[in-house]
């Protein structure tokens, strides 16, 4: 299994800490930054290219980390074909991949200590899609997300909320 793992300054720590525990496992995985923690990076930059990369074939699966694991949750959830989950306990993780077949794991470094992570990142690569009637629903995911594609709903203007008198 191939891995792609990138974070922005506020997970530069954990993101060194998992790229370790994932030598010491033995999984093959590939840094997309930042290269210290003092290089400032944009959360969309590299949650943008790991999903990117893991949709074009390169990458079996990602993770990615940032501050609250949210921003990159929504970054990588754009890349049409990508399911990103943001998981802070092994449950989650776990079901992410069984049921979901989330090929992203997003965690917040300011939400979860590096041991808590590693038991995260652990659940999550020892799991796989279950199918069944997961894969139904993760079809309409997918069947949903190509009828919105060529729709404009993507790219229309919000409009401001009005107020009700």
């Known amino acids: 299994m191939r891995i792609a793992i990138g974070a922005d300054e506020a997970g530069f720590t954990l993101k060194e800490i998992i790229k370790s525990y994932l ?3 033995g999984v093959e995985h590939v840094d997309f930054g930042p290269a210290d923690s003092t290089q400032s990076i944009d959360y969309p930059d590299v949650g ?3 999903a990117e990369e893991v949709v074009r074939g390169h990458y079996d699966r990602a993770i990615l980390i940032c501050g ?3 921003g990159m949750t929504i970054t990588a959830d754009k890349v049409p074909g ?3 989950a943001l998981c802070h306990d092994t449950y989650s993780a776990e079901r992410a991949m069984k049921s979901n077949n989330a090929q992203v794991l997003t965690m917040g470094a300011r939400v979860i200590g590096s041991e808590l992570a590693k038991h995260i990142v652990r659940a999550w ?3 796989e899609f279950d199918g069944g ?3 139904r629903k993760v ?3 997918m069947e949903g997300e190509q009828r919105l594609a060529g729709t404009g709903v993507y790219t229309k203007e919000i409009s401001s ?3 009700h008198e």
Request: aromatic content about 4%.
């Open 161 to 163: 909320c009005s107020t």
């Open 48 to 50: 943008f290219a790991v």
């Open 125 to 127: 690569l020892e799991s």
């Open 133 to 135: 009637n997961s894969e």
């Open 82 to 84: 990508i399911r990103a």
């Open 139 to 141: 079809q309409k995911i």
């Open 68 to 70: 609250t694991g949210i």
């Open 23 to 25: 030598a010491e496992r």
